[in-house]
């Protein structure tokens, strides 16, 4: 199993309501990775989890809110968003910190 | 600071031309290098990565990547392009590999056009 699993694949929200997406990878990778993506932009980084634990945040407002349950899970936790938050968010897994990335399909997010 | 500049962001090919999408990079330190490709509405998929080992880097789909230190450069070639080839294509630099802080770099990415 080569996949990274993202669920839902498409959201839409208001500005006050609470959700959350979730990743899913069953490769026995270690390092697990949220990055926003706008359209025709390059991938950000927003969180990087290494070995269950959060080793780097890129400075994301306290409404995004990453959670780790366990090395095959990957949560983000959605709260009081924005208009401009609104964009594809990618879920990617690797044995180790930046070696090769495997992503997801992604979560296709409208805040509205 | 590790960069990486990718130059074009549009480049159009005719079927069974040359592919060369161009990547520069910045780095102090050796870098690990890595190209991936994006199909609309999907994720991002390896390419090909350099790691410093050979220069020349064979990757899927018939790409190919030339790492170049004195020009710091990594462009990406495929001899006769395919009109599946057709996509966004993201040059990236790593930091600190396997370190705690280690963090991939993207470039602005170069959209693929094939025509038939």
């Known amino acids: 199993d080569t996949e990274v699993t993202q669920t839902p694949k498409h959201l839409v929200m208001g500005m006050t309501n609470k959700k959350s997406l979730k990743c899913e990878q069953h490769?026995?990778?270690?390092?697990m990775y949220w990055y926003k993506q706008k359209a025709k932009k390059p991938p950000e980084l927003m969180f990087v989890?290494?070995?269950?634990?959060?080793?780097i945040n890129e400075s994301v407002p306290s409404r995004f809110s990453p959670e780790c349950p366990n090395s095959s899970l990957l949560n983000l936790h959605l709260h009081a968003l924005q208009p401009e938050d609104s964009a594809l968010y990618l879920c990617?897994?690797?044995?180790?910190?930046?070696?090769?990335?495997?992503f997801g399909s992604g979560t296709q997010l409208s805040v509205l | 600071a590790q960069s990486v500049t990718q130059l074009g962001s549009h480049v159009s090919v005719s079927e069974g031309a040359l592919v060369l999408l161009r990547c520069n990079y910045s780095?102090?330190?050796?870098?690990?290098l890595f190209w991936y490709v994006q199909y609309p509405n999907q994720g991002l998929q390896l390419l090909l990565k350099?790691?410093?080992?050979?220069?020349l880097v064979k990757g899927i789909n018939g790409f190919e990547a030339e790492f170049k230190k004195s020009e710091t450069s990594f462009h990406l070639t495929k001899p006769s392009a395919h009109m599946s080839d057709a996509a966004e294509y993201f040059c990236?630099?790593?930091?600190?590999?396997?370190?705690?802080?280690?963090?991939?770099?993207f470039g602005q990415g170069t959209e693929l056009s094939v025509k038939p």
């Open positions: 990617a897994s690797s044995h180790a910190v930046v070696e090769k990335l495997f």
């Open positions: 350099y790691t410093s080992a050979a220069t």
């Open positions: 490769m026995g990778h270690r390092a």
């Open positions: 780095s102090s330190v050796p870098p690990y």
């Open positions: 990236a630099v790593s930091t600190n590999p396997y370190n705690q802080g280690g963090k991939l770099i």
């Open positions: 989890y290494s070995y269950e634990k959060l080793s």
